[in-house]
Every structure is written in C-alpha cells, then in structure tokens.
C-alpha cells in the first residue's frame, strides 16, 4: 500500500512571494504522481501530474513539481503567487489501481 | 466542453430521510468514482464502476450504496442519512490506460442534514 504526507497543514506566503508545498510518499511499486487545488465550495481541479519523462513538470496558474525518486517528494511550487491562489492543495499517488490523498495543504497567500 | 456534472450542487435534506445525488459525464470515460470529503480532510473513496462492475470500499458502510444505468451517469443513494453523513460528495471519472489513472473531478454537491 501507498501512503502520502504533505508536511505542511497550511502555508501563509505574501502576495508576489515564492512558495514550495511538500509531498512526500511511500510505495513498494511505480507510481504516478498528481497535483489538485480545491477552492472554497468546489471540486477538484487537476494541475499537473507526473507519469513518466521529465521530472519537472509544469501545470496550469503557473505551479510546478518536480518528482525526486531517491526522496520520494512531489514539491508543487510557483514562483510568485496571487491572492487567487488561495485553495486546498492536496497530492495524490495513484498506484495498484488506486489513488491515495494526501491530507492536504491550505495556501494562504496575503496582500 | 467535456465535463462531469454534479446534481444538485446544494442537498439539504432531514435525519433519516432518503436522498439521491446525480453524477453526469461527458467525458465518455468508462471509471466512475464518488468520494466523500468532510471538512479539511482528503476525500474518502466510496466505491467506484469500472464500466458496469461495481467496486465497494471496504469500510464503506451499508448506508451508501449507487448505480450506474449507463456510461453517462451515476447516482449515489444515502438510505437513511445520519448527522455524520454531511459532507461534501465529489464524483469523478476516468479511462484506465496502461496502468494509469487521472481523476476528473465534478464541482461537488454539499450534503446538509438537519
């Protein structure tokens, strides 16, 4: 079985600042790895996944991640962020025909 | 655009009272999936449809339970909701290709119970 930790519970950043979100996972197979955002009252969104290739991989609002096999991390980051980036942020490891959440990261981004 | 549909967006219903929540694809995906998300926590996979053959959480309690008629739609059914069944229900579809899976979510329907 797999399991992801995002270390981080909520991250306060200023408006226009840098920010990393961490992912962290475990599993004993290949996995495919993903970025959502939810905000306030609606589903998820997809922002980027990483199947194979590249280990950097670019997404929608300008987020990033980069997959580190011998860390087992997924860091979503974005250089400068906006006051709409303001969501959930959860990653997800799909593996053995099934996708586990983490327990999500709230990003407050302030004027 | 290509989508997935949730029916209603907002569900209030009473203790104990049936109530049904829709899904509706257009994505044409064969994967149908419901979670239940309650408050700051990840969603909780329900049970999921791989074309017609349902798949059951095992800790999903008896009290959900859904059907699929066809390709396009899927319908959760909560017998006799509890207090502890408000949540947020999110469905999601996909197409499983070579081992992978990339979720698409609906916007939700928010489920209160008085």
């Known amino acids: 079985a797999q399991s992801v930790t995002q270390l981080d519970s909520q991250v306060p950043v200023f408006e226009e600042a840098p920010v990393e979100l961490r992912c962290n996972y475990s599993?004993?197979?290949?996995?495919?790895l993903f970025w959502y955002v939810q905000y306030p009252n609606q589903g998820l969104q997809l922002l980027l996944k990483?199947?194979?290739?590249?280990?950097l991989v670019k997404g929608i609002n300008g987020f990033e991640a980069e997959f580190n096999k011998s860390q087992t991390s997924f860091h979503l980051r974005k250089p400068s962020v906006h006051i709409s980036d303001t969501a959930e942020y959860f990653c997800a490891v799909y593996a053995g025909n099934m996708l586990t959440f983490g327990g999500g990261t709230r990003l407050m981004v302030k004027p | 655009d290509a989508m997935v549909i949730q029916n209603p967006r907002y569900q209030v219903t009473q203790f104990g009272k049936p109530v049904t929540l829709s899904c509706s694809q257009t994505?044409?995906?064969?994967?149908m999936y419901w979670y239940q998300q309650k408050s700051s926590q990840a969603p909780k996979l329900l049970f999921h449809?791989?074309?017609?053959?349902?798949?059951n959480e095992a800790d999903t309690p008896d009290n959900f339970q859904s059907r699929r008629p066809n390709t396009s739609f899927c319908f959760l059914d909560i017998r006799s909701p509890g207090l502890g069944d408000a949540a947020m229900y999110l469905c999601?579809?996909?197409?499983?290709?070579?081992?992978?899976?990339?979720?698409?979510f609906g916007p939700g329907t928010r489920l209160t119970v008085l």
């Open positions: 994505l044409n995906h064969n994967v």
């Open positions: 599993s004993s197979v290949s996995v495919y």
């Open positions: 449809y791989y074309d017609k053959d349902f798949n």
């Open positions: 999601a579809t996909s197409t499983r290709l070579a081992g992978t899976d990339t979720q698409y």
């Open positions: 990483y199947l194979s290739g590249s280990t």
